[in-house]
C-alpha cells in the first residue's frame, strides 16, 4: 500500500476556497453540463417566466459538445499537476504499485462482474431498459463493437477521467479531505455526478459503487494504471452486460 503525500496545512481561507474551487469544477461544470442537455424540453418553462426563451433556440449542437468539453477538462489539469511541485509525476503512471495490488483488483473481479450481470437482468424484469434493449444485446448484435470498446475504452474514457477524478482530485483536495473514507465518499459522490448529464439515476447508482471502488484502489496504489485498469475491466463488462447503456454517450439525455 502506498503511503500518500505529505501536504502542508492550509490556512482556514485556503482550506475554504480549495472547498469552492472542487465544488466548481466537480460538481457546478457537470451541473451546467445537465442543465445544458435539452434544455427546451427541462427548462422552457423557466426560463420563458424569466423571458429568456430565446436562449433555447439557439442553433448549438450542446448534447453533443457534453462529453468532449468534460473530457477536455483533463488536459489543464494534468497541466496543473505536472506545474506543481509537490506532485509525483509517478503516480500518472505508477506500474509497480499496481503489480503490488493486482491480486486484490482480479480476486475481486468475478464478483463485481457477477453483481453488474444481475444488476443487467434486475433493470431488464424491471422494464427499466429502452424498447430494443435487454442482457447482453450488444454482444447478440454487434459483437465487433465489444472488441472496439475493449481496445479503445481505456485510453479515450476511462484514463481521462481517472487522472481528473482520482490523481487530481487526490493530490489536491487530501488537505482538506483527508485521507480516510470522507475522501473515498465524497470522491464517489463527485465521480457519480459527473455523469450527471446522462439524466438518469441508473447512471448515478452504478458510477457511485464504481466511485467508491476506483476511489479505495487509488487510496491504496496512488497508480493511475491501476484505477484505469479497473475502471476499464468494469465498465467493458457494464457495456457487454447491456447495463452500460445507461454511460453509453449515445444516451445522454434519453431519460
Known amino acids: 500500500m502506498t503511503t500518500p503525500q505529505d501536504h502542508p496545512k492550509l490556512t482556514p481561507r485556503a482550506r475554504v476556497s480549495r472547498l469552492l474551487e472542487l465544488t466548481l469544477i466537480f460538481f457546478g461544470l457537470p451541473g451546467v453540463a445537465a442543465a445544458l442537455v435539452d434544455p427546451e424540453q427541462?427548462?422552457?418553462?423557466?426560463?420563458?417566466?424569466?423571458?429568456?426563451?430565446?436562449l433555447l433556440t439557439l442553433p448549438l449542437p450542446i448534447s453533443g459538445l457534453v462529453f468532449p468539453s468534460l473530457f477536455a477538462?483533463?488536459?489543464?489539469l494534468?497541466?496543473?499537476?505536472?506545474?506543481d511541485p509537490k506532485f509525483n509525476a509517478r503516480e500518472l503512471w505508477n506500474a509497480r504499485a499496481f503489480l503490488r495490488d493486482a491480486k486484490r483488483v482480479f480476486l475481486i473481479l468475478p464478483f463485481g462482474f457477477a453483481l453488474l450481470v444481475g444488476f443487467a437482468f434486475f433493470l431488464d424484469?424491471?422494464?427499466?431498459?429502452?424498447?430494443?434493449?435487454?442482457?447482453?444485446?450488444?454482444?447478440?448484435?454487434?459483437p465487433i463493437i465489444v472488441v472496439v470498446i475493449f481496445v479503445f475504452y481505456p485510453w479515450f474514457s476511462c484514463y481521462p477521467q481517472e487522472l481528473s477524478h482520482r490523481t487530481f482530485f487526490f493530490h489536491r483536495y487530501e488537505p482538506v479531505l483527508g485521507t480516510g473514507f470522507t475522501m473515498i465518499l465524497v470522491n464517489a459522490i463527485a465521480f457519480s455526478w459527473f455523469h450527471a448529464p446522462f439524466w438518469n439515476p441508473w447512471a448515478l447508482l452504478m458510477t457511485f459503487f464504481g466511485g467508491l471502488l476506483f476511489a479505495w484502489t487509488y487510496q491504496r496504489t496512488r497508480s493511475t494504471l491501476a484505477v484505469t485498469v479497473e475502471h476499464w475491466l468494469y465498465g467493458w463488462w457494464a457495456f457487454v452486460t447491456g447495463a452500460g447503456y445507461f454511460v453509453f454517450a449515445g444516451s445522454v439525455g434519453n431519460s
Open 42 to 54: 427541462r427548462f422552457g418553462d423557466l426560463f420563458a417566466r424569466l423571458r429568456l426563451d430565446q
Open 73 to 76: 477538462l483533463s488536459l489543464p
Open 78 to 83: 494534468l497541466l496543473a499537476l505536472l506545474g
Open 125 to 142: 424484469m424491471a422494464d427499466i431498459f429502452p424498447e430494443g434493449r435487454e442482457p447482453f444485446a450488444l454482444v447478440k448484435q454487434a
